[in-house]
């Protein structure tokens, strides 16, 4: 299973971006698909997810800014980010967990970087 991330850029704080995640390969079926982020000298942490039924969930700190979706027929997710404050600034990772011929297993995304400018 292959992910390409696309979308990440420089935006000023209050903007918006849209990030996209497509997921390629040998694919039976797509269980979750999430987006998470790592800022300089931090962990990685969580920011949404969304299942197969699309229920969603979000880090309480993006909650209510941050939207995520997921178009099953492309494989693709998507992450709306509006008000984004410098503190978003990180390289963003879409990760998904897939059903493939070889069985069940979470894969990973090259990222793409966020900078939001105060």
């Known amino acids: 299973v292959q992910l390409q991330a696309s979308g990440g850029g420089l935006v000023q704080a209050g903007g918006s971006l849209r990030l996209s995640c497509a997921a390629s390969g040998s694919i039976f079926s797509i269980n979750v698909m999430g987006w998470h982020r790592q800022a300089p000298a931090k962990e990685r942490e969580l920011v949404a997810g969304i299942t197969s039924d699309g229920s969603t969930y979000y880090a309480d700190s993006v909650k209510g800014r941050f939207t995520i979706s997921r178009d099953n027929a492309k494989n693709t997710a998507y992450l709306q980010m509006n008000s984004l404050e410098p503190e978003d600034t990180a390289v963003y990772y879409c990760?998904?967990?897939?059903?493939?011929?070889?069985?069940?297993?979470?894969?990973w995304g090259q990222g793409t970087l966020v900078t939001v400018s105060s």
């Open positions: 990760s998904t967990n897939a059903k493939t011929r070889a069985g069940t297993g979470d894969y």
